[in-house]
């Protein structure tokens, strides 16, 4: 079975997940389509990198981004860093003619993200977004149900992303709060979770007309550079610095096919940790995800005997998309890790069958021009076409 290299940039929180799929994800999909090789972990200094190496199981540790990417014995370069990072190093890795991974969201802007899009046609490599709640198995039954037609013609989308973790004013400024290192806010950090459902469930983004808020200006500027996501709270002591991107928004949303939505996005509601949600009204029925109960799908068929009528809940297994590879019983439990292992089986399988996989580049930059229209909406106060 052909062995693939894999050269990480990042070896934090979403490097942890990363390594930690291309460790499982043969267990999981067997015969594996490739045998990746956690070759190569970059960091900021050579002593986080050995560090990370040591952790999440890589050959080497390096400090040098440009130097691994560029190494012959690299297929793979998967980009784990802040999002200001991304175009240039997918770009560097393009020309080198690896195959590239990126984590959401693809740029800071659609025009950056643009330059990245650019690059890997010309190259001709694979390209991939690592929009991994798509493939939480019961968003994949979503999307298998609606094709089927089982909801008729779907009339409209509601998504939400909600989590706590920065709502205390005294959490740290990470860079996430930082227009010029994240781009935006919730917009991109987990607003783009939910326009990447919306494109994959319902269509294309047409036009949105959104109020982006930001609650708390200033926050005590983090010592350390690693990005705690609030855990173990601020300190409140420390100098503040300033918020300039969003820590709300709520749009609406046309869709080209003429289906309206609204989708909504918040670090600060407090109780809610990762409620990445979506409900879809069809004219033969609905479709309800809450990603804190993912095992299941609530599903109602409008053709269901009046006395029957309602909410089911289908607990995924077997019968359902990536079944074969996962647990053998419904509700063993699905978690953060098995949609990374998928994600990860869907990147070597398009690497060995030469076909794009979605989310690719190109979708990338297309939830980017969306995130684009929800800033200037935002700041127009008005519908703004995508
Ligand atoms: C922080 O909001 C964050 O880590 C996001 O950046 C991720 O995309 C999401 O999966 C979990 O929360």
């Not at 003619?97 to 990245?116: C, F, N, Q, V, Y």
């Not at 010309?122 to 979503?142: D, E």
């Not at 994959?200 to 036009?207: N, Q, R, S």
């Not at 070597?348 to 930059?365: K, L, M, V």
Request: one cysteine or more; aromatic letters at 8%.
């Amino acid at each position: 079975m052909k062995k693939m290299n894999v050269a990480m940039i990042g070896g934090g929180f979403m490097g942890k997940a990363h390594a930690m799929a291309y460790a499982a994800m043969p267990m999981f999909f067997w015969p594996a389509p490739a045998i990746p090789v956690r070759k190569v972990v970059v960091d900021i200094d050579q002593a986080r990198a050995d560090e990370a190496a040591a952790r999440v199981g890589f050959e080497e540790g390096s400090a040098d981004w440009r130097a691994v990417v560029a190494r012959d014995d690299i297929d793979v370069v998967d980009i784990c860093t802040p999002n200001d990072t991304h175009a240039e190093i997918a770009i560097a890795a393009a020309e080198a003619g690896k195959h590239i991974i990126s984590e959401k969201p693809l740029a800071r802007t659609a025009d950056e993200a643009k330059t990245m899009l650019d690059a890997v046609q010309k190259a001709g490599v694979i390209h991939m977004v690592a929009f991994n709640y798509r493939r939480t198995p019961a968003v994949a039954l979503a999307r298998k149900l609606i094709e089927e037609g089982r909801i008729g013609e779907v009339v409209n989308f509601r998504g939400t992303y909600l989590q706590d973790w920065s709502a205390d004013p005294d959490s740290p400024l990470s860079w996430r709060f930082q227009k010029d290192v994240a781009g935006s806010g919730t917009i991109g950090d987990i607003g783009t979770h939910v326009v990447d459902f919306a494109r994959y469930l319902v269509g294309e983004i047409a036009a949105v007309n959104s109020v982006n808020r930001t609650l708390i200006p200033t926050r005590p500027i983090q010592q350390g550079n690693v990005d705690k996501l609030g855990v173990g709270g601020g300190d409140a002591s420390a100098k503040r610095g300033v918020v300039d991107v969003d820590d709300e928004m709520i749009t609406q949303v046309r869709f080209s096919n003429g289906a309206y939505g609204s989708i909504e996005a918040s670090r600060n509601a407090y109780g809610r940790n990762n409620y990445l949600t979506f409900e879809v009204h069809g004219t033969k029925g609905s479709i309800h995800f809450n990603y804190e109960r993912r095992d299941e799908l609530q599903v109602m068929f409008a053709d269901d005997p009046a006395d029957a009528r309602g909410f089911r809940t289908i607990y995924t297994g077997a019968p359902h998309p990536y079944g074969h590879g996962l647990w053998p019983i419904p509700a063993l439990g699905i978690g953060y890790g098995e949609t990374k292992i998928i994600e990860c089986y869907d990147l070597f399988r398009a690497i060995t069958s030469g076909e794009q996989p979605s989310p690719n580049f190109d979708d990338g930059f297309r939830i980017c021009q969306i995130a684009d229209a929800i800033v200037a909406s935002g700041e127009s106060q008005s519908w703004i076409e995508v």
